[in-house]
């Protein structure tokens, strides 16, 4: 675990932690205590730290030592992570200012989101006692922090194992969208962070933070509202200067910013002020999700390799290869034919000859002759390693490995993936030229983790890797003014 | 089976088939005589009519009477379909045409798509001898005829039931992208063809004769290349009069246009006429393979029910309402708040109040009382109820059904779906509301299949429900001038 001395670092490194309001009921998964002591104690924060609980009703919950208030545990609390409902949390807040507590998360809603005059009044007392305290706010209305390595968790079966994206999202579920989506890709993360109102920390004190931390590469983030317009850009401008960063904007329509102000009490603000700012800074704007989760995919895995924009194209022919190229073309990325000396030369070793050489390369060659490197490991390697060290191939995308797999049972399909990815990884990185995975049911068991670890990416459609991977080329080109990443 | 008496009729309800160039090899499924004797023996054509097998070299294959040639078959055939290389196909033509067949289909590629002109001149010598003696051709270079009812296939796996959707498509893969992509979806058809070059029977012939084909509601096409252009216009204007109908077209972009060239030796003309096209008959076009599967799911179940833009969406809250705001906004629908009445009356019964119940209304209340039919029936009912009467609500879209179900096996989720579909489909019955379900996992066993019969489609995510339910609705005022459908 890498520390630094950026001033919100120690919150991410807490030396104890308390659960303030453990449930006394079995929640969704029949445990007791509720999901975050849950997703705590899968994360083995108590193997490493004292972990409490607080409920005046138990002594003891899964284990972990059970107080009647945060000011009746023995030893010192540097974080609480706080269930309890909204009229109690000044209270709270006062015990931990006298118990020492460094930050306290706060997951309940009913503050300042409700538009409320007497609850945003109550909300902005709090934030003041504890900043005149020197402790800081997480929250409330958010899950809180996702810190592996460390061992804390707001989510079940998330990664233990830390990596270099941070996450920060004012919503717990477009928090928990990305850790699973793009976990499941491989991605892994340094932090995760949902802040919700965002009363005392907000968006720009965690781009800052993640601009410091040296476990940090990548970022990715889903903003409601911008709040301090000019701290954000200032921090936004210094993060993605030296990291590549995607943001996804909520409430860019009337009618999702209504939806955005009943959540997080959030101004959502003018979809082309955030746009200008993305652009000003050098980080990405992700229109959708589904375009977060790909534009990740695509940038942790090429953004240091990427080369240019023609793409050959080696899959299924006939008209899946006719839609393929008008997809990619549509992005922005070329199909140019291979030089006729390449097509002459894979006409030499490829029984079936024909058009189907030229880009798109049909890689289905009649069924007997498919290219597929557990089918014939030896052809197969040669078409590749002839058609990256093809001039007009910047870059590969491939249907192959997916494509003759319908039959086989999810295991075979998995072993065959995992294979295939070895060969692609071990081309890509003799010839530089990134290869692109185009499969259509992206759960093959693990097959995009073990792709991602390779450095491949395994995407879900041609569209959506050509859209990612021409917003890859097209931030590349604005950025060539800006210093390069380390 | 319904007949008519358009001249092509007779081409899809053959009193005799036989399968010339049959292969003496076991296929990619361990079977001899190749993909279309097994799609057919499949489909069951051998129980209604004779069924013969062509090759030199066999007597018999799996139960199918096998001859030398065609003119050795003892009785009449109606309709050919020929494996055999191109080479073989001018002789099989003439014989044929002196064994009195109606109509041969040629799978075999390599005659004009090659542009080599000695292979162009053989493809119009074939054509005209064909014509001359009254025989059509279906090809070559395609997979011909699906007729479901008839026993007519060219893939295994596809509905044996007739259904209301006629498909046309230039490519195989692309036919078999629409078939299975919207048979999993629940739509059944009235015929299927893959037209490849179309040197004989072109676009146009097919289009004239869904227009007359009683048994065709719905059209769905994929075109490469208009050939006669006037007839084309024609005939597209007749249908898209009185059915609804969907092309996509490939070869928008000068990669893709090169891309099918090779592939179907087509000219795919430019993108602009094509969409001037749809636009002046009323036809829609689909800009990639997943809108035309979106649209037609969407307008097989909405298209006469449909109301108008306003959405109350009820599902998840939070960031997710928020960005499926966003989506519905961005495509042209509107997410109207609920009156305030609405809003009382829901508060009124549903435990957990707040602004969750505005539009979107947060269908998970915590988890205690969450809105789902095999929760709580009786509370779920209500609620959708309320929300259909509104007088905000021109349609609902839904994530109720979807959500809750993680954890629990494929035959569990379907069980609860297929009840969820049951309760959807009669308040829209006794509503007229349309309910729209959304559902990341598409392939809950066969729900999607149970709620198409239903009259509900089940969606794969909110952003392709908006984009094609705002397709829809637009197509509708685009029409108001022109003639209803029956």
Redesign the interface.
């Known amino acids: 675990v890498l520390r630094h001395d950026h001033p919100l670092d120690p919150i991410f490194h807490p030396r104890a932690v308390a659960v303030v309001g453990v449930s006394t009921r079995p ?2 998964d029949g445990q007791l205590g509720g999901i975050f002591l849950n997703a705590i104690l899968e994360q083995g924060y108590q193997e490493r730290h004292p972990l409490y609980a607080v409920n005046p009703k138990m002594t003891e919950v899964r284990g972990v030592p059970c107080y009647p208030s945060v000011l009746d545990i023995p030893g010192p609390v540097d974080h609480v992570i706080s269930q309890i409902p909204a009229a109690g949390l000044e209270r709270l807040v006062d015990e931990c200012i006298a118990k020492g507590v460094r930050s306290l998360h706060s997951f309940t809603a009913g503050l300042a989101e ?1 538009g409320e005059p007497e609850l945003v009044a109550e909300q902005d007392r709090i934030v003041a006692k504890a900043r005149a305290a020197g402790m800081r706010l997480v929250g409330p209305n958010c899950m809180g922090l996702y810190v592996p390595g460390v061992g804390l968790s707001f989510m079940p079966r998330v990664a233990h194992e830390p990596g270099n994206v941070f996450m920060l ?7 928990s ?1 990305m850790l699973y989506g793009l976990g499941r890709r491989g991605l892994r993360f340094s932090k995760g962070v949902s802040y919700g109102n965002g009363a005392d920390l907000r968006a720009h004190d965690f781009l800052d933070y993640a601009a410091a931390d040296p476990q940090t590469e990548y970022v990715v983030g ?1 903003i ?1 509202g911008v709040q301090d317009g000019r701290k954000f850009l200032s921090a936004l401008r210094k993060l993605a200067t030296v990291k590549p960063t995607i943001l ?1 904007k ?7 910013a ?3 102000n ?2 997080t009490g959030s101004l959502a603000g003018s979809i082309e002020v955030f746009e200008a700012l993305c652009r000003q800074t050098g980080a990405w704007h992700a229109p ?3 375009d977060l989760l790909d534009l990740a995919t695509v940038v942790t895995s090429y953004a240091r390799i990427a080369r240019g924009r023609n793409v050959t194209l080696i899959g ?15 992005h922005g990325l ?4 291979l030089p006729e000396a390449v097509q002459e030369e894979l006409r030499g070793f490829i029984p079936v000859a ?3 050489v ?1 880009n ?1 390369v049909d890689a289905t060659f009649g ?1 007997d002759h498919p290219l597929d490197f557990t089918h014939d490991r030896e052809l197969t390697e040669r078409a590749f390693e002839t058609i990256v060290h093809s001039p007009t191939t910047d870059m590969v995308f491939t249907t192959v490995g997916g494509s003759f797999l319908r039959d086989e049972t999810v295991e075979t399909r998995e072993h065959r993936m995992r294979a295939t990815i070895d060969e692609f990884a071990a081309i890509q990185r003799r010839s530089g030229v990134p290869i692109v995975m185009i499969h259509e049911e992206q759960r093959v068991g693990n097959a995009a983790v073990h792709a991602h670890r390779r450095g491949v990416a395994l995407m879900p ?1 041609i ?1 959506r890797a050509a859209r990612a991977v021409a917003e890859l080329m097209e931030w590349r080109e604005v950025r060539a003014g800006l210093p390069a990443f380390a």
């Open positions: 929640s969704f409700t999202s004012q919503s717990g579920a477009n928090a969208a889903y409601e996804l909520g409430g860019i329509t009337s009618d999702g209504r939806a955005a009943s959540h959708r999700m589904d299924a022919g006939g008209g899946t290869a006719v839609l393929a190229s008008d997809q990619l073309a549509l070329r199909v140019p034919p024909g058009t189907s030229r798109p069924r459609s569209e």
